[in-house]
């Protein structure tokens, strides 16, 4: 089994992954644990985090597996086009997980499709995964998770992970030559804009600006953190960019499939005149983490920004929002002309 174990892995390299581990079913069983700390830490985020609970009875749910291949994939590699930088997060630009144009999405297909012809049956599933992935890496000793709660190799963080559950036990595990976070450390906490990072290790989802950005933040006039959110579209960086393990991280050195055409079409203006069936049908199959029945959330966020950081120039496209055909981004714009004094 060591011998099959290490041609999974080998694979997995010449596939352009990072690293590949293979840990048994059985050695997620303490992430029940480490959730049910977080929620005593973090109450107020116990919605948020119920529905990880799903990942606490692989076992029950897929009865066939045995095994979980989890591998490491840098996009630290790619270029970013300046004028979206700190506007929208690197990750989300970059995302290969679910873009068909990219190569790798393509990797992944073919990396599975080789693990199903050596026999295994062999399923995953390419978003949010079937396992806890970060867990499961740290448990195959890929890298480890920082204070900033991301998780890191010799690469840094611009790492993603992707699990497959397999029918064969197998096991890969390594140690991890990662050096961790000094005790003194305290970088990222002071960085975070909302003060998700509260504690080392802990961070609340209600309060995160990513989260605010994507899949929260249904009413942003009232939201509470709203001010915080500063000039962020869709994601955040913050907490990446400020720490030292990241520092020289990025290399830039190739370009991601379409995303220079696309960022030609991206701007705050340029947000607020985008018709619906350019926001669902480009939009938001690039930024899935804003399902298409919410795509509107991109010109509420950009009105935001534009309150956050007052321009004169964005007087006219406010103005012009306040007839968009969204009962949403119709309230938010004329919340933005009293607040800022508009008429």
């Known amino acids: 089994m060591t011998l099959l174990a290490d041609k999974i892995k080998n694979q997995a390299l010449n596939f352009g992954y990072e690293k590949c581990g293979i840990i048994k079913i059985s050695d997620i069983d303490g992430y029940k644990e480490k959730l049910d700390e977080r929620i005593e830490h973090i109450p107020e985020a116990k919605g948020f985090y119920q529905s990880q609970y799903r990942f606490t009875n692989l076992q029950d749910a897929y009865p066939w597996a045995k095994s979980i291949v989890i591998c490491v994939r840098e996009y ?4 970013i086009p300046e004028h979206l930088k700190g506007m929208i997060a690197k ?16 990797d ?30 740290m448990k195959a000793g890929l890298g480890i998770v920082r204070k900033n709660n991301f998780f890191y190799t ?37 960085a975070c804009p909302s003060a998700s990072l509260s504690k080392p290790y802990t961070m609340n989802p209600i309060a995160c600006v990513s989260c605010v950005t994507t899949f929260m933040g249904r009413d942003m006039a009232n939201e509470k953190y709203r001010e915080q959110i500063g000039n962020w579209v869709y994601g ?18 190739e370009e991601f499939p379409n995303l220079q ?12 005149k985008m018709d ?10 690039k930024f899935w983490y804003i399902d298409k029945s919410s795509v509107w ?40 002309i009293k607040k800022l004094n508009l008429q």
């Open 261 to 272: 055409e696309l960022s030609e079409y991206i701007s705050l203006e340029k947000i607020l």
């Open 91 to 106: 990750y989300y630009l970059v995302d290969g997980r679910k873009d068909e144009n990219s190569k790798d999405f393509q």
């Open 297 to 336: 959330k991109w010109k509420v966020n950009a009105i935001n920004v534009m309150v956050n950081n007052y321009k004169e120039q964005y007087r006219e496209h406010i103005l012009y929002a306040c007839n968009d055909s969204n009962s949403k981004v119709r309230e938010m714009a004329e919340w933005a």
């Open 108 to 137: 992944s297909l073919k990396f599975e499709k080789y693990m199903q012809d050596l026999g295994f049956r062999a399923e995953t599933e390419r978003g949010f995964g079937l396992v806890p992935l970060r867990f499961a890496a």
């Open 236 to 253: 955040c960086d913050v907490c990446q960019d400020v720490c030292p393990m990241n520092k020289n991280s990025w290399k830039a050195t």
């Open 154 to 190: 010799e690469s840094g963080s611009s790492v993603y992970l992707e699990a497959w559950l397999i029918d064969k036990e197998l096991e890969s595990i390594e140690i991890p030559n990662v050096r961790p976070c000094s005790d003194k450390c305290n970088l990222c906490m002071k």
């Open 76 to 79: 630290g590699k790619y270029y």
């Open 276 to 285: 619906y069936s350019f926001l669902e049908e480009v939009m938001q199959p």
